[in-house]
């Protein structure tokens, strides 16, 4: 189903564009060059924080033995993996999805994983789950999941991803933030520091009034237009006035625009070293977290960016799964293997959907840039988070149309539907509102007398689930707390 609006009006591709359009299927999936093009570079775009990002989660923790690693090798690892897997994913794949440092993962690598031995070892276990995953796309049972799912759970899921970057623009460009705990209230959230303040904020604001009102106007390009012209001001903001509340990505004008990229940390890891600093027991409940948090944030962002695009078949399925889920496991693997943290595919890519892009040649745009990055570092890092946000607010409003699918009349699969959207953005996961709307589905059949209508693997994984919401009481239970 076609939900863009930035596509729509444009004339439709004559074909036979050669050998490349062939292979990509470009004009068979109603594309063109210049909407995988601009496709690949909105993509890009919008997640190239994470070659700011990773570096100061990953090089900001220490590991059990006090060793940090250095900002600049993590740098030129995490563009490196997030090049070459990309790039793999649209010739392998041919899906406009992009694959990079995961958020949340590099985050449990860092402060759960680290402290309890050396980073070799944690990129170990790294390498451990992304080997345990492939396993599991090649015996066909990831696969088998996918299929397993409802399609109302899949258009939730769609919808849900949807405000949840919607979410993550907002939160990011500081026009949403946490209020302390000092402050003594019941709200968790407030605009900004109470009221909209500072140069960084009227970017913010004005990109996502500039990216609507393209959109409105079907404007080629919109998202993508609305990047370059915010960083552009931005810049100039930057250079005429006293800023200090840009955040990750300041943007400066960088000395030179090229700098050598630093491969120290390849193949800086050890597969078995956990099981020498702490018990099987721990290795398995880390890995096991792993896995669950990899597995269902990637099932999640393959279906609802596919779906956005237009290319899940009549059976709601994505197209050539296997591959796809097998790559996505490979880069889990390609990221612990060069201490960049698991690789997994990126929600961002409907930023690149939103564009108009439809098969994997857009990733092979986005992986080209990441390649760019791995040199031009210093140039392609000064756009600014509030520059980029406005992009991931468009696409939610893209990605919530879908909403108009779902029978809300049937509340066996309305409810799961409802949870299953509002628990990714309350908590800032795509794993707990996969986890939530699967657990309430089974439990409604179950009471409904439908339990014979749910798929086994629905309750092996709702079952999965209720363990990995209680891993901590299990964790208590066994004495690892």
């Known amino acids: 189903?076609?939900?863009?609006?930035?596509?729509?009006?444009?004339?439709?591709?004559?074909?036979?564009?050669?050998?490349?359009?062939?292979?990509?299927?470009?004009?068979?999936?109603?594309?063109?060059?210049?909407?995988?093009?601009?496709?690949?570079?909105?993509?890009?775009?919008?997640?190239?924080?994470?070659?700011?990002?990773?570096?100061?989660?990953?090089?900001?923790?220490?590991?059990?033995?006090?060793?940090?690693?250095?900002?600049?090798?993590?740098?030129?690892?995490?563009?490196?993996?997030?090049?070459?897997?990309?790039?793999?994913?649209?010739?392998?794949?041919?899906?406009?999805?992009?694959?990079?440092?995961?958020?949340?993962?590099?985050?449990?690598?860092?402060?759960?994983?680290?402290?309890?031995?050396?980073?070799?070892?944690?990129?170990?276990?790294?390498?451990?789950?992304?080997?345990?995953?492939?396993?599991?796309?090649?015996?066909?049972?990831?696969?088998?999941?996918?299929?397993?799912?409802?399609?109302?759970?899949?258009?939730?899921?769609?919808?849900?991803?949807?405000?949840?970057?919607?979410?993550?623009?907002?939160?990011?460009?500081?026009?949403v933030t946490r209020i302390p705990d000092a402050a003594n209230t019941t709200v968790p959230v407030q605009l900004g520091t109470g009221n909209l303040t500072g140069w960084p904020m009227l970017v913010f604001c004005l990109g996502v009034l500039l990216t609507v009102v393209l959109l409105a106007r079907k404007v080629k390009g919109a998202i993508l237009i609305s990047i370059v012209l915010m960083t552009v001001l931005a810049v100039v903001i930057n250079e005429l006035a006293t800023v200090t509340n840009w955040g990750l990505t300041s943007p400066t004008l960088p000395d030179g625009p090229v700098a050598a990229p630093d491969f120290g940390l390849l193949g800086e890891f050890d597969v078995f070293g956990a099981f020498g600093q702490v018990s099987i027991l721990t290795v398995v409940l880390l890995v096991f977290t792993l896995i669950l948090s990899d597995f269902f944030d990637t099932m999640g962002t393959v279906v609802g960016v596919t779906a956005e695009a237009g290319l899940l078949d009549e059976r709601g399925q994505v197209p050539g799964l296997g591959r796809v889920l097998l790559?996505?496991?490979?880069?889990?693997?390609?990221?612990?293997?060069?201490?960049?943290?698991?690789?997994?595919?990126?929600?961002?890519?409907?930023?690149?959907?939103?564009?108009?892009?439809?098969?994997?040649?857009?990733?092979?745009?986005?992986?080209?840039?990441?390649?760019?990055?791995?040199?031009?570092?210093?140039?392609?890092t000064i756009v600014p988070l509030q520059a980029a946000s406005p992009a991931l607010v468009a696409v939610g409003f893209l990605m919530m149309t879908q909403v108009r699918h779902i029978d809300w009349d049937r509340f066996e699969l309305a409810i799961p539907a409802f949870l299953t959207i509002a628990v990714m953005p309350f908590t800032y996961s795509i794993t707990n509102g996969i986890g939530a709307g699967f657990i309430a589905y089974v439990v409604i059949k179950a009471c409904l007398g439908k339990a014979r209508e749910v798929h086994w693997l629905l309750w092996g994984t709702a079952a999965l689930f209720l363990?990995?919401?209680?891993?901590?009481?299990?964790?208590?239970?066994?004495?690892?707390?």
């Open 327 to 380: 790559i996505d496991g490979a880069a889990a693997v390609a990221g612990g293997a060069s201490s960049a943290s698991s690789a997994t595919t990126y929600i961002e890519s409907a930023a690149g959907v939103g564009e108009g892009a439809r098969t994997g040649f857009a990733s092979v745009v986005t992986g080209g840039l990441f390649t760019l990055a791995l040199f031009l570092t210093p140039l392609l």
């Open 467 to 481: 363990v990995y919401f209680a891993i901590d009481p299990v964790k208590q239970a066994l004495g690892l707390s």
């Open 1 to 175: 189903m076609q939900t863009s609006t930035t596509t729509k009006n444009e004339a439709p591709p004559s074909g036979g564009g050669g050998a490349v359009d062939r292979f990509f299927r470009i004009s068979e999936r109603g594309s063109t060059y210049a909407r995988e093009i601009r496709g690949g570079l909105a993509t890009f775009f919008t997640m190239a924080y994470i070659l700011v990002l990773n570096p100061i989660i990953l090089g900001s923790a220490e590991d059990k033995f006090g060793e940090q690693l250095d900002p600049t090798q993590l740098a030129t690892a995490t563009a490196l993996v997030a090049a070459v897997m990309t790039v793999i994913m649209g010739v392998g794949g041919n899906l406009p999805l992009a694959l990079a440092a995961g958020l949340g993962l590099n985050a449990v690598v860092a402060f759960q994983v680290a402290p309890l031995m050396s980073w070799d070892d944690a990129m170990g276990l790294i390498v451990l789950e992304g080997l345990l995953i492939c396993v599991l796309v090649l015996t066909g049972l990831r696969e088998a999941v996918m299929h397993a799912i409802p399609q109302a759970l899949k258009q939730a899921i769609s919808v849900g991803i949807g405000l949840f970057i919607a979410l993550i623009g907002f939160v990011d460009a500081g026009f």
